[in-house]
């Protein structure tokens, strides 16, 4: 049995109302970890500031206010227990979700237009069939900027050949790389998506097992567990894990030069090249990943207009790495998972004994630490501290968006 607890914006709120009439939709916040939910299964699949989608015992729910009926129609017309599960993508952090992937068997893509594109007569619900396809769109991220980083996978199941590739926008990703995989005898497919690749694409011939994005950069890991960054602003170095001036290995460009050459450029975060990551997050400027040691590393920087910066990335150690901290909660804790929201991280961690516990530090501006009344009053959380409304709780899942925090547990006593 599962229990979703939710704690921070008012996404929360409104949410939990529906579910607990005890509670007032009109709260801006939910400062302490609250149940919102039981049910036998619960995963969420999808989470921004401004909406939520959840699978409770398989069938599919949505709640918040970015989607209009129709788009929403389609979500919960969704097969319940779907295998493959869908791939949701969108802006997490502005517009929310801009559609999803049904993989094979079912081989569709639906999208949601931006705002600002439907005034253009486009449908509110777009949907392709990619069944004629020889390739598979396994990915979607989105960064701040328009571009849509889209990843591509021969649908030949055992080939460790893939790309991403940056495109202009939701709609150019339409015209281009969607007109050609739903009407492969258009031209040549193979020529088509290879002039796509060296149109769109910087030094990547691998399919990510994992992916995810923050406001300035993409996130990739692949099969090894290698971790890849993808710069889409190169303003903010810190948030790509790695420096971004052309080295000489790499590039004639002098030291003197801007580093934009390393725009949409894939390249491995050099103090994680031994470390094999089996989970990553990312939102605002910070990323996250986790090794198979249960070790966190944690990069990036607080966004404009933020009062405060993690302690862990502002002091750093001695001889540590410029980018890269590792992140300790104890000797024996292993972290088991992360997410991170707009200015805001939470990990759930165990130890050997069973000792099982919650962290989260960063903005509190609206109660996304889940610190109750330890919180009160502080906007900004420096060191991480104890949630203790889950303290004992085994996390099945832990999911941070926008000002919003999810955590699915086991019920007590299961």
Known sequence: ?????????????????????????????????????????????????????????????????????????????????????????????????????????????????????????????????????????????????????????????????????????????????????INPKASPLSTTIDNVRKMYSKNTTFPPQLSCSNAATVTLVNGEGTLYTLPADTRFPRAAGRGLVNDAEDSDLSDTEQPDQELHTVKRVPFLEETHIVKVAAGGLYTAAVSTDGELFLWGQTQSGVDGELSVLRDGEEGGDEYVRVVEFGEGMRVVDVGIGFGHIVVAVEGGGGERRVFAAGQNKRGELGLGGHGEGVEFVEQFTEVEGLKGRKVNQMTCAGWSSFVVVEAEGE
């Open 1 to 181: 049995m599962h229990e979703l607890f939710v704690f921070g914006y008012a996404l929360s709120a409104p949410f939990l109302a529906e579910v607990d009439d005890r509670l007032d939709a009109r709260a801006d916040r939910v400062s302490t970890p609250r149940c919102a939910l039981r049910a036998q299964r619960i995963e969420v699949v999808w989470a921004s500031w401004c909406d939520l989608i959840l699978t409770i015992d398989g069938t599919y729910r949505y709640y918040g206010d970015s989607l209009s009926t129709p788009q929403i129609a389609t979500i919960l017309a969704i097969p319940p227990h779907t295998t493959p599960p869908p791939i949701f993508f969108g802006r997490r952090d502005s517009t929310g979700l801009l559609g999803f992937i049904l993989p094979p068997p079912h081989d569709l893509i639906t999208i949601f237009p931006p705002p600002e594109e439907t005034f253009d007569g486009k449908p509110l619900v777009a949907t392709y069939s990619l069944s004629r396809a020889d390739w598979r769109i396994t990915a979607i991220n989105f960064t701040s900027t328009k571009f849509a980083y889209a990843t591509l996978q021969p649908r030949k199941s055992d080939s460790n050949y893939g790309f991403t590739i940056a495109v202009p926008s939701v709609s150019h990703f339409e015209r281009t790389v969607l007109s050609q995989l």
